[in-house]
């Protein structure tokens, strides 16, 4: 194969992300979420909330994270994050994906997202931080203004949605508030279990 | 409202982007893809391909504006490029959406968003000509590989998409022996109306 259809066997390849479903349901609840649209929304969010990220962050280097760091879900899909035995070989399952996917593209292109995979995984940057921080907020506010259609009827506990946001009070502590304000709605409305 | 709550509004109300059906089907002729999943896929088309853009191109700008050039369609709607009726209207439908859109950010985010959306439509500069080519190659590829399902008994004549594939031949010319390729196969299966 050429280096260019090399390029596009993997831009083809990367159309199945929008077949992984995500737990988190759109805004009017009309459907769960996919994980190609999340990708983007996270990107649009780093754009827009970059000068509330604790470090200064390289926006152009977070957007690239944001959008390639769920391609492995194209191979591992998405494991929800309050499963338990789905979370036991996930990271495994993840670093076959990855090495699969990345070597769709020519070697040095593949070493680069393998990179930005790997940062984000690693959350040792500030921009991995910042990039972690909008993967926690996103489906936050997603589940809060659709209601906490994400959360009803499943028996979560306020508090483990609590731990799952450290992130964000780590890389947007401005936006710390905002988190525990809807934490506090969620518990209020009964959309999550106070304790 | 408060700075961070303008940009929360606004994060929110993009949310609607993944409601915005376009066309084209996924490879897996599964459904249609939305707006929001293929700014997206432009996105990483633009990591991707930028070797081969006609002219050197900034390719954080040009994902910034891949990211943001489909969001007027969230109150416009996706015309459909054979649509004559729809393509009457068009620019005065996404003008509007621009400006309620947009402006639910605070004023220098907006703007800087406008002048991407602005620049996108003009198609003057490296970057705007590389990414209205992604944004013709994409469902291109897609048509292709879902075996012409967006095509097929739509009545679409080869010359029709050959002329809306101009702006690939202007910043791409490296893709363009594939796309000739494409609609010559296209052609002799009978996707698409030889003349």
Redesign the interface.
Known sequence: MTR?EQ??E???E??????VERQTL???C?RR??S??H???L???A???AE?AAEPVDV?HA??MA??HDLVEIDAGDTYVYDAVGNQDKAERELRAAVRIFSL?PTE?AAKLRALWDEFEAVATPESRFANALDRLQPL??NW?SGGAGWRGRNIRRTQVLQRMEPVRLGLP??WP?VIRILDEAAAAGWLREE
Do not use: G, P, Y
Request: negative net charge; aromatic residues 4%.
């Open positions: 260019c390029q596009i993997f831009l083809m990367i159309d199945k992300l929008k077949s759109l805004v009017d009309s979420e996919n190609a649209e990708s983007w929304h990107a649009l969010m754009q827009v909330l509330h152009s957007t690239q959008l390639a593209l292109q506010l997603n203004r401005a936006l905002l």
